[in-house]
Nanobody, 127 residues
Framework: QVQLVESGGGLVQAGGSLRLSCVAS????????MGWFRQAPGKERELVAA????????YFSDFAKGRFTISRDNAKNTVYLQMNSLQPEDTAVYYC????????????????????WGQGTQVTVSS
């Protein structure tokens, strides 16, 4: 079992930055591929970025490319999402997700691929 707790959300002005953190409990974090998703009111949950269990492979949705980075620190059981140049359309609840996998470099793209979810952290970007 893995429990995920996100933090770092908040209110920021357009053009600002936030770093989200997701701390995982349990001993299998290093065997998990990780993902950050977001869900805005009235919209479906969408993938923001994903990271393989080895950290060697990453994926960013088009809206995140060039602005967001994803990283992990296995010693701290933590995955990060650094978000720069935030815009009002980035306003959403951001969720951390984990999938235990045998594959070091595999990326997972859909919510159904992930076994474990955090409770979410609100990000609000004002114009």
């Amino acid at each position: 079992q893995v429990q995920l707790v996100e933090s770092g959300g908040g209110l920021v002005q357009a053009g600002g930055s936030l770093r989200l953190s997701c701390v995982a409990s349990g001993s299998i974090f290093s065997r998990c591929a990780m993902g950050w998703f977001r869900q805005a009111p009235g919209k479906e949950r969408e993938l923001v970025a994903a990271l393989s269990r080895s950290g060697s492979s990453t994926y960013f949705s088009d809206f995140a490319k060039g602005r967001f980075t994803i990283s992990r620190d296995n010693a701290k059981n933590t995955v990060y999402l650094q978000m720069n140049s935030l815009q009002p359309e980035d306003t959403a609840v951001y969720y951390c997700a984990a999938d235990s996998t045998f594959y070091n470099s595999r990326i997972y793209y859909t919510a159904d691929d992930y076994d474990y979810w955090g409770q979410g952290t609100q990000v609000t970007v004002s114009s």
